[in-house]
């Protein structure tokens, strides 16, 4: 999300102070006078206060001792983009399908760290973006972070008790006394927020839905499926690349266990999203700052051979299976998040009416583990839905260009 995030910073900037970020306690010592814990004290500090249970999740330490500063350095790079060097730093941050973070740097001086601060602000709404639609818990916290800066320090805290996480970093810089674990102030529950645009964001022609643009973050370019339609057209496989092949038997293999004779082209579909949403899971190195993901998880082989993808690989997944079954389908390369992160889905025509489907989200919704057990169309979310109803859930795309589903019933009449 750095261009919007980056255009309402450099407001809050202009205007005065930012919200979010801490100023310095009235009487507190100067960066001359109190040269401060290191980074990695703060941290410690701050970890069995921030809520995160028993602190037994799986979490990477990023610090800055003689074998780790070369990782610490090119994450601090990779994620924040700080402006300014810095002197000292420590990050705990969650792994996989995880958005926990605290992180606490410090800096040359207490111009850098507000700069510094701006920087976290950024990654906060970026990392916001990560996980929308695949992991909504994980987006709310990221939503409801919190941005300190004090003297030359500049913390990010990401996690389920940032109230408790903020006096905690208060209390070691201050040298007071740290506040008990697991003992948070009295208040409500963290307010749940979806950063929505503001008008100039919203499309001229669609008064109720987000401006698309293409964010480009990621390649969206399509896997060539023609060889594999044509084997399949013909029976005959033996003179597909060893890779096609591969996800030709694979493809086979699903469509014998899920497709039975007399079919509609309902059935089908259906059968089709079921076997992907449940036996399919997210690639989440798509998440991590320091991880490359695979090309073929954005193909039909991390789908279907690796049993692991991301949304473009999903959807490709979905627009094979449903071309070989005979069923009318379209791959859309469209936006999330206020068209901040790149994303892809599918829509099914049936019976002449089109439908919007994303069986990423829905196959995330299985994996984290929610309410649903995804076992059927009444357990999903996102299944032969509208266009309204797609746009209504963050999902934005070329509407002039792209059929517009407005039948509603799932497909079932």
């Known amino acids: 999300m750095k261009r ?11 205007l005065g102070p930012l919200s979010g970020c801490r100023e310095p306690a009235a009487g507190t010592q100067t960066p001359a006078e109190f040269e401060g814990p290191a980074a990695l004290e703060v941290v410690n500090a701050v970890f069995p206060r921030c809520g995160y249970g028993d602190g037994s999740g799986d979490v990477e330490y990023l610090t800055g001792d003689e074998d780790g500063k070369e990782f610490l350095t090119a994450y601090l790079d990779n994620a924040y983009g700080l402006p300014d060097p810095w002197e000292d730093a420590a990050v705990i941050r969650g792994m996989g399908a995880s958005a926990f973070e605290l992180a606490v740097l410090r800096m040359e001086d207490e111009g850098a760290a507000v700069r510094a ?7 906060t709404f970026e990392r916001q973006g990560d996980f929308a639609g695949y992991a909504p818990d994980q987006a709310d916290m990221a939503a409801n972070g919190s ?12 996690c389920p008790d940032t109230n408790l996480a903020d006096r905690a970093f208060e209390a070691v810089l201050s040298g007071a006394e740290l506040p008990a674990p697991g003992a948070p102030e009295e208040s409500g529950p963290p307010e749940q927020s979806d950063f929505l645009g503001p008008d100039p964001w919203r499309d001229p022609n669609h008064s109720d839905r987000c401006l698309f643009t293409q964010p480009n973050k990621d390649d969206m ?30 493809a086979k293999s699903v469509l014998r266990k899920v497709l039975k004779d007399g079919m509609s082209g309902l059935e089908k579909e259906t059968a089709i999203y079921s076997w992907i949403v449940n036996n399919v899971n997210y690639d989440w190195t798509h998440q991590d700052q320091m991880a490359e993901t695979p090309r073929e998880s954005f193909t039909p082989y991390g789908g ?10 999903y959807a490709a997944t979905f627009q094979l299976l449903c071309d070989l079954a005979g069923v009318e389908c379209i791959t ?60 209504e859930s963050n999902h934005q ?14 497909g079932g009449g």
Request: charged share 25%; aromatic share 14%.
């Open 117 to 123: 601060a701006t920087a976290l602000m950024t990654y």
């Open 304 to 313: 279907l051979v690796n049993r692991k993808a991301v949304c473009l690989g």
């Open 397 to 410: 795309w070329d509407y002039a260009n792209t059929p517009e589903a407005v039948t509603e019933g799932n």
């Open 332 to 391: 859309v390369v469209g936006a999330a998040f206020q068209s901040q992160e790149d994303h892809g889905w599918n829509m099914v025509r049936l019976d002449g009416d089109w439908y919007c489907v994303d069986v990423t989200w829905d196959a995330n919704y299985r994996e984290q583990g929610f309410s649903w057990k995804a076992s059927g169309p009444e357990d999903w979310r996102y299944f032969n839905v509208t266009s309204d109803e797609m746009a």
């Open 221 to 250: 370019s399509l896997y060539d499926t023609s060889a594999i339609r044509a084997a399949w057209e013909k029976d005959d496989p033996d003179r597909l690349s060893k890779e096609d092949r591969r996800i030709y038997d694979k």
């Open 4 to 14: 919007l995030a980056a255009l309402l910073l450099s407001a809050a900037l202009t």
């Open 147 to 158: 941005v300190n800066q004090r003297g030359p320090y500049a913390a990010l805290f990401i």
